[in-house]
């Protein structure tokens, strides 16, 4: 949710392909469909449960009731099902484990899917095999999935060709593996609410996560400059310079960002008009006091867990605005292939080396409770994956 670089440095050369990019990824996925415990589908999109599939077994993640994901997920073989004349057969590669994955198994997201389901939103594969129907994906195709609720913490399953989405096998695998969720999210928000020039300014807090990562690096390729909040910490220093060395002007802490000199860095970017908020109460507070007049503030998560609190004076003296987003509803108000142009898009930020995956711990399928139990701790700044 960041831009870096050089105040119109993207308004020669980069100007076509700035354009191009923007208007590429206008575009919103279709609504969600119901995962079912008996056939494990969303609707026709996601592999079937049922004992009549062939004896081919799957390791998955499977969660029966909502709670702790450590104590509600349980790993168990499933039957792999039997392949349809629009199914493929993907072979999963890796899968990380997103806070909406938490927040789904303990049953306080906005979407949740009927149980018993398996847990994951978000993932690589590498297509097996495909049905007779099949046109756009064929065996070796790396694929992603289109929508949340798939069901990604699996070893391997059968999807309808509608469920998922080819992306390049030439970028690197964690970038594959995290690109449906957080780059999308940053990329959205930045082009969707304001319309920000090369030289402008964003600021945003929670910039130590996985959105936040992409939000500095999509905002650096297009010009963008940022200041980024984060808590404080004892490896305040290593994160800031990870952060810096992603494209963040800026790496503040919530108690800089309350002091009266947060003015003095006015004096060399402007202030910014879009502000990006995670985390709500006292730190979204002062975000929205940062912003320029008739700027706008989005809302995207809540870690602190309350309510965003606006003055009365911002708003009429200043004319603040606040909005919020939500991907899934994005993806329900515009067509699939309007996603897939999205995803395109992400895919030649990264091809450009412009955009990374965030800093990624690995772990074993089988490592799973392990794996849960790091994504809880608090200050993580890496994405926890698991491997097939």
């Known amino acids: ?53 062939k004896t081919s ?33 993907v072979k999963m590669l890796a899968a990380p484990i997103n806070p909406s994955d938490i927040n789904m198994i303990q049953g306080n997201y906005g979407l949740l899917p009927k149980l018993p389901a398996v847990g994951g939103n978000e993932g690589v594969g590498q297509v097996v095999a495909v049905g007779s129907n099949v046109t756009g994906i064929k065996p070796g ?70 959105v936040g990562q992409a939000v500095i690096q999509i905002a650096a390729a297009l010009g963008l400059r940022t200041i980024n909040v984060i808590r404080d910490r004892p490896d305040i220093q290593k994160l800031t310079h990870r952060l810096k060395n992603l494209g963040a002007e800026h790496v503040i802490t919530e108690e800089e960002l309350r002091k009266p000199e947060m003015k003095n860095i006015f004096k060399t970017i402007p202030q910014p008009r879009l502000a990006l908020n995670c985390v709500g109460g006292k730190s979204s507070t002062e975000l929205l006091r940062q912003l320029a007049p008739g700027g706008t503030m989005v809302t995207y998560g809540g870690m602190a867990k309350q309510p965003v609190t606006a003055s009365v004076s911002l708003l009429i003296f200043k004319d603040l605005k606040l909005r919020g987003f ?4 994005w993806k329900k108000d515009h067509s699939p292939d309007q996603f897939k142009e999205l995803i395109l898009t992400l895919c030649d930020f990264i091809g450009r080396g412009q955009l990374t995956a965030p800093a990624c711990s690995e772990h074993p399928l089988q490592d799973y409770q392990r794996a849960l139990e790091v994504s809880m701790k608090p200050f993580m700044s890496s994405k926890q994956i698991l491997t097939m």
């Not at 997920?73 to 792999?80: D, I, S």
């Not at 939500?326 to 509803?329: F, H, N, R």
């Open 1 to 53: 949710m960041t831009y870096t670089g050089q105040p119109g440095s993207m308004l020669s050369n980069g100007s076509m392909w700035v354009c191009g990019a923007l208007c590429r990824a206008q575009a919103l996925a279709r609504p969600q469909q119901e995962l079912s415990p008996s056939s494990g589908r969303r609707g026709p999109a996601v592999s079937s449960y049922s004992s009549s599939a």
């Open 57 to 89: 077994r799957v390791r998955a993640l499977v969660y029966g009731h909502h709670g702790d994901p450590a104590k509600v997920v349980e790993l168990k073989n499933l039957e792999l099902a039997v392949m349809g004349g629009s199914d493929v057969h």
């Open 141 to 210: 195709d790396w694929v992603i999935p289109a929508n949340a609720g798939l069901g990604t913490w699996r070893t391997e399953a059968v999807f309808s060709e509608e469920a998922l989405i080819g992306v390049p096998s030439d970028i690197p695998l964690q970038s594959a593996a995290t690109l449906g969720v957080n780059p999308c999210t940053a990329y959205r928000m930045l082009m969707d609410f304001e319309q920000l020039l090369p030289g402008d300014s964003v600021i945003q807090n929670a910039s130590n996560s996985g």
């Open 326 to 329: 939500w991907l899934s509803q």
